[in-house]
């Protein structure tokens, strides 16, 4: 059984002093029996990252963290980058890799991707890596075609036994910050499809990769997606930044949709 996996990517949003109101307030919203059904995650700024991690742990939360970038190397002279020895330092566990954000507004290519990925498992953090198609391609039928080459090129040479703890979002480029969700039954075809796609890199391993889904995701429609087969848990952007809609979309219940 996969464990659901609801993360909040808070992009360029929140100070440190806001980032600790949150987790303050989440924490009084949830409940063990939550931690216990998702695992919740939050992906602050890179200046929030300590503050972050010293709140979850003063109150022993059940709560992971994870880094929204990191540059392959691990170290040199890179100016304005951060590596992943330096998040495995603050204990974050995951990073999200090859945002739609990073490789259309900063150009980031898929070798980029697979090389922050394989520096990614080297070091012992659990890739988030983005894979999603525009809304130009997915009118001209192109969707397959691009999140196959994505995972494909993102996951060249990555050790196969490191597979298994991989977590993928399929984040439709037209349904970021939009407002405008996919259908569920669609983004649940297009997961299966990168299921699929995962199977034929890495065999067996493919039941175990968590694939998300993100774009518009809130309280309202999250429920449709966690009742859908291969739907693994959310990436989470505008909806997450306030702890109540936050905790609300943890404690989905599928009964409901
Ligand atoms: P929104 O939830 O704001 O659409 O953002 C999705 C996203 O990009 C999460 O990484």
Not at 3 to 13: C, F, S, T, V, Y
Not at 194 to 221: F, H, L, P, W
Request: glycine share 8%; hydrophobic share 40%; aromatic share 8%.
């Amino acid at each position: 059984m996969r464990r659901p996996i609801i993360a909040a990517n808070w992009k360029m949003h929140k100070t440190h002093l806001e980032a600790m109101h949150f987790v303050e307030s989440l924490r009084n919203r949830l409940a063990p029996s939550d931690y216990d059904r998702v695992e919740v995650v939050v992906c602050p700024p890179f200046t929030a990252l300590r503050t972050v991690q010293t709140t979850i742990d003063g109150a022993d939360l059940d709560i992971g963290l994870g880094a929204q970038n990191m540059h392959w190397e691990e170290k040199g002279a890179y100016t304005g980058e951060i590596s992943s020895p330096m998040l495995v330092k603050l204990s974050v566990t995951y990073v999200i890799i090859g945002h739609s954000e990073r490789r259309e507004i900063f150009g980031e290519t898929d070798e980029w991707v697979n090389k922050k990925v394989k520096a990614a498992f080297e070091h012992d953090l659990l890739p988030i890596m983005c894979v999603g198609e525009t809304l130009a391609e997915r009118e001209e039928g192109g969707t397959e075609a691009k999140v196959e080459r994505q995972v494909r090129a993102g996951l060249a040479g990555v050790p196969k036994d490191r597979l298994p703890s991989l977590v993928i979002a399929y984040e439709p480029i037209w349904a970021i910050g939009t407002g405008r969700n996919a259908y569920p039954d669609d983004a649940q075809a297009t997961i299966a499809f990168i299921r699929s796609t995962v199977r034929s890199v890495a065999g067996d391993a493919a039941d175990e990769v968590r694939i998300q889904y993100g774009g518009s995701v809130k309280a309202g429609n999250i429920a449709g997606f966690m009742a859908q087969p291969d739907i693994d848990g959310a990436l989470v952007g505008g909806a997450s930044l306030d702890p109540e809609e936050f905790a609300l979309i943890v404690r989905y219940d599928t009964s409901s949709s």
